[in-house]
Nanobody
Framework: QVQLVESGGGSVEAGGSLRLSCEASVNIRTLNYMAWFRQAPGKEREGVAVINIRSGWPRAANSVKGRFTISRDNAKNAVYLQMNSLKPEDTAMYYC?????????????????WGQGTQVTVSS
């Protein structure tokens, strides 16, 4: 089982930026995909961005495309989420996840391992 630890959350004003980090307990080259999800109170968990660990190819959800960027550092066994132009509707708990599946997915049910989450709060 992969242990994932998120950090970097906090409170910012609308228009601000945050960079989330996710450190894995294993060599991330052994994984196929890592992703960021978020969940606001009373809402379902939503896929935000996913990255193919081997190729580095990223994909973002339409709701954050052009504002959020996912990246990875194989040497540090880490994945990052750079969040710019934050909006109040981005407020949520953000989770890092990993999967061994060979197909790209932003569905929470496809992910095997999860971190504990880091809170992001954006004020207007």
């Amino acid at each position: 089982q992969v242990q994932l630890v998120e950090s970097g959350g906090g409170s910012v004003e609308a228009g601000g930026s945050l960079r989330l980090s996710c450190e894995a307990s294993v060599n991330i080259r052994t994984l196929n995909y890592m992703a960021w999800f978020r969940q606001a109170p009373g809402k379902e968990r939503e896929g935000v961005a996913v990255i193919n660990i081997r190729s580095g190819w990223p994909r973002a959800a339409n709701s954050v495309k052009g504002r959020f960027t996912i990246s990875r550092d194989n040497a540090k066994n880490a994945v990052y989420l750079q969040m710019n132009s934050l909006k109040p509707e981005d407020t949520a708990m953000y989770y890092c996840a990993a999967r061994m599946g060979v197909t790209l997915s932003l569905m929470a049910s496809d992910y095997n391992d999860w971190g504990q989450g880091t809170q992001v709060t954006v004020s207007s």
